[in-house]
């Protein structure tokens, strides 16, 4: 039995956080059967994340133990435990329509900081390099790759089959790092804010852009 102890600073709210979690909880897994202990606020769609990782654990909500010990899953840290591991690599197998050559793209990002006030200009120079473009997350015309219950495994089943995945620090870029090759990845962000996800991304290859 491994022990993951989310951190107290959050809520485990956003997408990215919950993604990256279990992403972790994966490698931990190798192990064995992992623990997921959250002593604050309550983590969002686990049941459907666990199936979209295949992981074994089971969540507790409470605070930790003594005399057990526990990996803690920081957002705010270092990311040293990606340091000397590659991101695991998520298996979807589904039957979905895709175009020939296409990338994913999302600039919808919750955080302002986040959001491109005129993305049209970069899906545009993609669209010139012979891509389709394939929206993700709350600007996408395809129902199947919606925020719906549901949808992440049809998400992470495009971005597997994609040429890359274009757009802002979200849970979207997470769900990307699962689905794709680092390098293959196109974060843009503002540089005096990057996170330590976009610095981790970077190290492993994925571009990273000022806008």
């Not at 192990?31 to 979209?52: C, H, S």
């Not at 925020?147 to 890359?164: D, E, F, T, V």
């Not at 190290?203 to 852009?209: D, E, I």
Request: aromatic residues 10%; glycine residues 8%.
């Amino acid at each position: 039995m491994t022990n993951l102890l989310l951190t107290d600073k959050i809520y485990y709210v956003g997408l990215g956080d919950r993604l990256d979690a279990l992403g972790v909880a994966k490698h931990l897994s190798e192990q064995g059967r992992v623990k997921i202990l959250q002593p604050r606020g309550w983590f969002r769609q686990l049941d459907e994340l666990v199936d979209l990782f295949d992981l074994n654990c089971f969540y507790y909500h409470g605070k930790p133990v003594d005399h057990e010990e526990y990996h803690l899953h920081d957002p705010d840290g270092d990311h040293a435990f990606y340091d000397d591991r590659d991101f695991i690599r998520l298996s979807v197998d589904l039957d979905l329509e895709l175009p020939e050559n296409f990338v994913t793209v999302q600039f919808d990002g919750t955080h302002g900081h986040n959001r491109i006030r005129n993305p049209k200009k970069i899906i545009s120079e993609w669209r010139e390099r012979g891509y389709e473009i394939i929206h993700v997350g709350g600007q996408a015309t395809d129902d199947r790759f919606a925020p719906k219950a549901g949808n992440l495994k049809n998400i992470a089943y495009a971005m597997s089959k994609s040429q890359g995945h274009i757009g802002v620090d979200s849970g979207m870029m997470h769900l990307a790092k699962f689905s794709m090759d680092a390098d293959k990845i196109c974060v843009y962000t503002v540089m005096e804010r990057k996170t330590s996800f976009v610095h981790t991304l970077e190290r492993k290859g994925a571009q990273v852009l000022s806008y």
